[in-house]
């Protein structure tokens, strides 16, 4: 017999007697929790110094899953500790030692907390969003606060749950979202978060989040973090009656929106976002019309390395129904010095400035927004090359690269008179 059978064939005899010895060991356990009244609140007890969480339930029982032996709670309610009412209610909770997990990281202290069919309550006030207990809230400065650090290594997952939204901020009904699944697991350097969320037909298909931080959990400035949020077939109006306050946003279309960012503590490194939208409405704002883009899409991406930033697009689509920018493509470089500008250069085979204006009903109320509106561009640039630096004096700049332009026309502003019907080259 091979060298590498033989190992073969002991691995499978020591694999098939561990599964043995356990489900043994949890039948026995089983037969304990009937026979010993004391042993069940013994082990709840080690199960909420392994987990940092306390548990009340109906009834409990032991069996072997996956990852290894598990208590299973019915009717299971769990509380972080120094708080007054359960923070998360569920039909069943299995709690259990993550063998698997425990091998990989070196720790004995490794758990895995599963809830099904649990039932969470969000509250979105004008400071965020609260995840509050299933009754009366206890005062902020007296609930408990469990830090990202303190988080016990190991393993939760919440399947099946069904989430309570009351949005504070109006008098508005809640609304509830079911088939929420979540999953969490946390290893000595790191995090990583996964969930999926079946919306309602007023937001969407499904919502997909994903997220993993790296590095020393108690300090976040030096945390490396990376998340990508999916949202699929969104109903942009849904999602812009939750953020009322944002009266900018647009108030209707539908599509598939995909972004992801990576960065270092609070600075962002890198972000890329996916749009691919349709019939988006804009809002009228102060004496402007409401505007409607019959096609809002294309890929952007985003860098940050010190004081430059970088921008990059591909595919957009701005199409206001008249002069559409179709399959476009730019790229944008900038470098700041003490918040001010010093640098920048653009380039682009052609661009369609009607789209571009289309979307300054996208901006939020300020100068830019104003400026926007009233010069109002319109016409194409072609063959964009363009570099700018800040010159030595006030207010003095250097530049390089030209440009062609037809139909040129921008409104009058301030002191910029308005002109139309340029044609040229720079």
Known sequence: MSRARTIWKWSAVVFG??????????????????????????????????TGLEFSFARLDARLGL????????????TVPGQRDALVTAAAGRVGFDLW????????????????????????????????????????????HLSLGELPVGHVRIEDATVW??????????????????????????????????????????LDVSATLRGDLGDLASLDWQGQVALKSASVAGWTALMPQWTWLPVGGHGDVTASAAGRGAALGRLQATVDLKDVATSALAGAPAGRLAALAGDVQVAHEGERWSARGSSITIDPGHDAWRRGEFELTTAWHDGALEEFALRSPAIRLDGLAALVSLLPQGALREAGEALAPRGALTLVDVHARRGPAEGQWRLDGGLRFTGLGVGAWRAVPGIAGLDGEV
């Open 67 to 78: 990852y290894g032996p598990e208590l299973v709670f019915r009717d299971a309610r769990v």
């Open 101 to 144: 997990r425990s091998l990989r990281t070196g720790r004995l202290a490794s758990g895995r907390v599963v809830l099904d069919g649990a039932r969470v309550y969000l509250y979105v006030t004008a400071s965020g969003v609260e995840l509050r207990g299933q009754g009366s809230l206890a005062p902020a400065d007296g609930g408990a």
């Open 17 to 50: 007697g561990l599964v043995v010895l356990l489900a043994i060991a949890v039948g026995a356990l089983r037969i304990w929790l009937e026979h010993s009244p004391d042993l069940g609140p013994q082990l709840v007890a080690r199960v909420q110094r392994l």
């Open 165 to 206: 939204v009351q949005d504070l901020r109006r008098d508005a009904k809640p609304w509830r979202v079911d088939r929420v699944g979540l999953d969490l697991e946390r290893d000595p350097h790191a995090l990583r978060l996964n969930g999926r969320v079946r919306l309602p037909d007023a937001l969407g298909a499904h």
